[in-house]
Each structure stands twice: as C-alpha cells, then as structure tokens.
C-alpha cells in the first residue's frame, strides 16, 4: 500500500515540537508568548524558541525546523523580567478590557521595556562590580606611595567609566522612550510622546489633571528629566554638561568614589555613580510596571469590580516574584448593587 501524498497539514514542519533546554537552573518556570516567538524561562536562564511558522511563514521548507536560543543569563527570579513583563501578561490575560484593544501589540512594548531595563542593569551592575572592586583593593590593600611617600602612584582608577557611564545613559534613554510610548497603546492621545513633560501634559488633556495615570506621570516628571538632562549634555553638551569624575582625592585627604553631575554656571551636586546607577534601574523598573497597572486600570471593564492585589512578602515566589496581581472582589460582584448594575 503506498504512502499518502503529503499535504500542507501533515508536513513535517506542523508536527509538535518537542525540546530539551539544558542551560540553566532547575526545571521551567514559565512561558511567555511574544508574538513571533515564545519565551521559555527558567528561573536564571531565558530562553527564545522560535516556530516553523515564524522562520518560514510563506511554507516554503517542508523540514522548517524550531530553534530554541539561550539569549540571557537571567529568568524569572530576576525582578524586570518577572514585574515588567510576565506580571503583566498574567494581568493581560485575567482582565476584560473595555473597547478595542491590541494586546499584541501591549506585550511587544513591554518586551522592549524588558530588554532595554535589562540592558541598563548589566551595564549599571558593570559600573558597581569596577568601584566595589577598587574599594576593596583600597580598603585591604591601601594605595602605594612614592615620592618619599608623599606621592600617591599608581592612583586606582574605574577602567572604562566614562565609556560604560555613557551606554547606561543612552539605554536609559531609550528604556524612557518606551516607557512614553505605553499610554497611547491604552488611551486614545493625538500623538506619541517621548518626555515625561509633554506626555503628562497630554494625558491631563485626555484624562483630566487627576485622573490616577495623569498624577503618576506628572509626579514622576523630574526625575525623568533630571535622567534625560544626564544623558543629553552627556552626548550634546553646551552651556550645561555632564561630568563624570572617577576616584580622586579631595583637598582634605579623603578618596572620593566616581561621582558625576550637570555642571553648568550653578553649584553643582556630586551623585556618587555606583548608587545612583543601581537606583535609577530600579526606578525605571518601578516606573514601568506602576505605569502599566494605572493603564490598565483605565481600561478595565467597569462593570466588574476588579482591583489590583499586592502579594504579601511572604507569599512572593523567589523563582517567580510577583509583586501584585489582577483579582476580582467576590463579595461586591455578589453584593445586590453589583447584580443590578450588571
């Protein structure tokens, strides 16, 4: 008997796939799906699988394979990729959304917000790990002398600083870019804006001065400002510019970790980089995910009483850390007032 012809159905490349992802720790923790491809974590290790769909989307290889990429060395127990983006796509799916909505098109941005944050905490833990490596050497070691001991020679200095200051910079740029581009995806505005400035401005338009998105992002404008000025003077400077000083002596004796500031006519005011690096990634993180949930909240169905929930701290899931979830009140949807208002 001979075989069946084979048909756009039964090709090879529409059998199930089936993997092994050995890197990493521990069993898979969970998935996300981003669109053209999938995101498979373990809880330090992501993972980017691919379909045959997604390689060949015209069926022009019958054998079209899935490919699956390790593509960071860190998972779901990191707090960006686990409050940023899979928090809430797990609020995606539970919520009803009132109007037409592109949830696609929501994750794909906050993907890009997950990456871009990511980018800026490798960079910023980077800049940390060279300081707190100096400190120490100082600390245990001191710092050799010359010049009948007068002299301090060699003097320890951050190797790449201002290099690795100016890529933290400019993702953090972008990460504020992205971070702008989310409310349009939830609230009809007649432009996308990248400032925290004119977004709020244009969400007052929209929204009212206080409604509870509005609030957040005028409260939240000038630190924004203050990171955008940063990275602008950094790269154009002008009458005002960013300074970026590494270990130095101070005319007291003291050693002065790296610092950087906007210099312009004014009193300057050192922030000591290694803090306010790690700082601002958590800020961006913070400022993201709190601006996600205001959004949906905006366009939550009404007629169900649903409401955001914090994990208490002994609940959070290390390998999964979850911060706030999307609930439904039982008691008001069961209350009479509910019933009639349904």
């Known amino acids: 008997m ?14 199930a796939g089936s993997m092994k992802l050995n890197e990493g720790t521990g069993p898979i923790t969970t998935m996300c799906s981003c669109g053209a491809f999938l995101e498979i974590y373990k809880r330090d290790m992501t993972f980017r699988v691919q379909t045959p769909e997604s390689i060949d989307p015209e069926d022009i290889n019958p054998n079209a394979p899935w490919v699956a990429s390790p593509v960071a060395d860190v998972g779901s127990s990191n707090l960006i990729i686990a409050r940023v983006l899979l928090q809430a796509r797990h609020m995606l799916d539970a919520a009803m959304i009132e109007g037409p909505f592109d949830k696609d098109a929501a994750i794909t941005k906050l993907h890009a917000c997950k990456e871009s944050l990511l980018a800026c905490e490798k960079v910023a833990s980077r800049i940390a790990q060279n300081i707190d490596d100096i400190v120490k050497q100082i600390t ?20 790449d600083l201002e290099h690795d200051c100016g890529a933290l910079l400019i993702q953090v740029n972008r990460c504020i870019k992205l971070i702008c581009e989310l ?3 939830f609230v009809v505005l007649d432009r996308t804006d990248s400032n925290f400035d004119h977004l709020s401005k244009r969400l007052s338009k929209a929204l009212g001065d206080e409604s509870p998105v509005t609030t957040f992002v005028r409260d939240r404008a000038n630190n924004v400002r203050y990171l955008v000025d940063l990275r602008n003077f950094h790269e154009h400077p002008k009458q005002i510019k960013t300074v970026i000083e590494n270990f130095r002596v101070l005319p007291d004796g003291q050693i002065r970790a790296p610092v950087w500031y906007l210099q312009s006519e004014g009193q300057a005011e050192p ?7 790690l700082e601002t990634v958590d800020f961006l993180r913070e400022l993201a995910e709190i601006m996600f949930i205001h959004l949906l909240m905006h366009r939550v ?5 649903f409401y955001i929930e914090q994990v208490p701290d002994k609940e959070i899931v290390p390998d999964l850390p979850l911060r706030y979830k999307f609930s439904i009140d039982l008691a008001r949807l069961h209350a009479p007032e509910s019933r009639e208002d349904g």
């Open 2 to 15: 001979s075989d069946a012809p084979r048909t756009k159905k039964n090709l090879p490349r529409h059998a």
């Open 140 to 159: 245990e070691q001191g710092i050799a002398r010359d010049n009948l001991g007068r002299g301090l020679n060699p003097f320890p200095q951050a190797q």
């Open 183 to 185: 409310p349009a995806l």
């Open 271 to 277: 922030h000591f980089i290694k803090e306010e690096a």
């Open 301 to 305: 169905s009404k007629r169900f009483p």
